[in-house]
């Protein structure tokens, strides 16, 4: 396993590589001068070009790629136009902010969605099983721009029971331990709810159908024949195996839960990734759109490389050499 993940990690950064090209020649090419959005159009041409070099402008695209890439190697990944900050800095802020929220509905999602899967395929069509498939495909059809706005309306502006924006009141850093954690708790429970509610739709629907087919294996039948309770049948025995496509799914998930929050962090202002790509790609920020396309090819690969390591411990059947 050691071997095939530091393999896995040699052969991913030629397509982190690739997608960095790619971005870099597509985002300078595009008509436009990134500068013309921060300086006074009145300056004098002397200045502009100051800046300009400053930049590195002024230098043919190809002496730009290289000494990009050169400085993005070392861990340099440049001056934010829009933040006049240093991009790792930006990233530093925001980052933290992103995580909490992606983790956290995901986690949210995965066990939501397999204890809803497993009642469901337990309960097959009865009323409680097609009330859930209902619900399920209304649920992750719905738009998460639309159901934020209308939690926000409900919860915040008419029933006044949760904050609607912001990671943390103005007044945070003036409570003490526990009154500060239930504030953070407070402003996350609406964007980790809009986020995980329609990942965990999804998942107990594969959750449901895996084990329908998982129960009716020859060796769950040989296990009922041998007298042992159902719940050891289902949990023992049928899970495991019933968990390896949600598995493969959640790994898959993770990035997209990046490009999810996109909207949600900017419906509830929440300080992440999400509100630092959008103003990026906007304000034509071109070190902050490479280094935040970075991430997320980062967070593409981890997610395969994650559900592939899951994947071979819950089916020892997979060996990776």
């Known amino acids: 396993m050691p071997k095939y993940i530091i393999r896995r990690v040699f052969t991913s950064i030629p397509i982190i590589l690739g997608v960095l090209t790619v971005t870099f020649f597509v985002i300078n090419l595009t008509p436009g001068d990134p500068l013309a959005m921060y300086v006074n159009p009145e300056i004098s041409p002397g200045i ?43 990233l530093f802020d925001a980052v933290p902010h992103t995580l909490l929220l992606s983790s956290t509905s995901l986690l949210l999602s995965i066990i939501t969605g397999i204890a809803i899967g497993v009642v469901s395929a337990l309960k097959k069509y009865t009323i409680y099983d097609h009330l859930v498939t209902v619900l399920s495909f209304f649920i992750y059809a719905m738009p998460s721009f639309w159901l934020a706005l209308m939690l926000i ?8 029971l949760l904050p609607a924006s912001n990671v943390r009141s ?22 980790v709810f809009v986020l995980a509610i329609g990942n965990a739709a999804s998942k107990g ?42 598995v493969t799914i959640a790994g898959l998930s993770i990035p997209f839960l990046l490009s999810g929050s996109l909207i949600v962090e900017v419906i509830f202002a929440w300080p992440g990734m999400g509100q630092v790509i959008i103003n990026s790609i906007f ?22 490389l994650v559900a592939d390591v899951f994947y071979s411990v819950l089916d020892p059947r997979i060996r990776f050499d």
Request: charged share 20%; proline share 6%.
């Open 283 to 304: 304000n034509r920020d071109y070190p902050l759109v490479m280094a935040t396309t970075f991430i997320s090819a980062v967070m593409v690969i981890f997610g395969n």
């Open 48 to 90: 502009r070009e100051i800046m300009a070099e400053r930049f590195g402008l002024n230098d043919p695209l190809p002496i730009r790629y290289f000494k990009w890439i050169k400085n993005f190697l070392t861990g340099d990944f440049g001056h934010s136009y829009s933040h006049n900050r240093p991009v790792k800095d930006v």
């Open 153 to 160: 309306i409900i919860f915040s502006l008419k029933l006044r």
């Open 205 to 246: 629907r594969y959750m449901r159908s895996s084990l329908l087919e998982v129960i009716r294996q020859d060796y769950i039948r040989t296990a009922r024949s041998k007298g042992l309770p159902e719940f050891l049948v289902i949990w023992k025995h049928a899970m495991r195996n019933a968990l390896i496509p949600i």
């Open 170 to 191: 103005i007044d945070a850093d003036t409570l003490t331990l526990l009154p500060y954690l239930w504030n953070r708790v407070q402003h996350a429970i609406l964007p």
